[in-house]
């Protein structure tokens, strides 16, 4: 039985005082539960908040994650973050090849591949990013594009980091958009990428967590989260709200 998994991104949003506010409210939503939830849920910050974040989160069930990381261990990287920093803040997940680093930055397959392994050797979490745009889908290239990301870090991970991964399936064409794929939509993606997990990493397949990012809200992720190989969430924009994440948590 696999866990499920909620992780926030903040993308490029926070501040000292948001961030305590916000914190706040998520360990006051989940006290007042008042029942232990079988998730995982993790936050991911910018990068100058990490330290906050962590003191924040010290005694806390929520986990730490990154944005994104270099795939170089240390040099001349102006701007750059390495895992070796991120593990000075007990960081556990680190967001690579998120569709916002591969469009706007330029992460190349083959570099999203890079820090992937470096994430993997520095024994945190990766949380693989894929997803097609809008035009893709239309012309029927979700599967070519999708399992073309896979394969490309797998190429250069080897099965024995891969399946210390998670898998986030983010279509670009519902991210930030308010659009969302169906509940069938986004399974039969999912779907696809087990069986390739099942081809290529039979041990491991089974165990290993996929989440859908791409609009999820409170009203939608009890559906979302009931298929079958949709094991949680890597949620946007709902994840500044304390009340609407520990809603998308609690589903």
């Known amino acids: 039985m696999r866990n499920k998994l909620v992780i926030g991104n903040w993308k490029m949003h926070g501040s000292v005082d948001a961030n305590i506010r916000l914190i706040g409210g998520l360990e006051s939503q989940l006290q007042s539960l008042d029942i232990k939830l079988d998730t995982q849920i ?3 910050p910018p990068f100058a908040y990490l330290q906050q974040l962590s003191e924040l989160l010290q005694q806390s069930e929520i986990g730490l994650g990154a944005q994104d990381v270099s795939e170089y261990s240390k040099g001349a990287y102006t701007g750059e973050v390495s895992t070796t920093m991120l593990k000075e803040f007990k960081t556990e997940y680190v967001l690579v ?5 591969r469009t706007l930055f330029a992460d190349s397959d083959q570099r999203v591949a890079e820090k992937f ?3 993997c050797d520095a024994e945190m979490i990766p949380v693989l990013c894929c997803g097609e745009t809008l035009k893709q889908r239309e012309q029927g290239d979700t599967e070519q594009v999708i399992l073309s990301q896979l394969e490309a870090v797998l190429a250069v991970a080897g099965k ?3 399946t210390q991964a998670v898998i986030a399936y983010e279509p670009i064409w519902a991210i930030g958009t308010g659009i969302t794929a169906s509940p069938e939509q986004a399974q039969s993606v999912h779907a696809m990428i087990r069986q390739w997990l099942q081809k290529n990493l039979p041990d491991s397949a089974d165990n290993m967590q996929l989440l859908y990012g791409g609009s ?3 009203d939608n992720a009890k559906q979302l989260f009931a298929e079958e190989d949709i094991d949680g969430g890597l949620i946007g924009g709902a994840a500044l709200d304390a009340t609407a994440f520990i809603a998308i948590c609690a589903a």
């Open 42 to 44: 993790a936050v991911c």
């Open 97 to 101: 090849g998120h569709s916002e680093r």
């Open 117 to 119: 392994t470096a994430v």
């Open 160 to 162: 024995g980091r891969f």
């Open 216 to 218: 999820v809200k409170a």
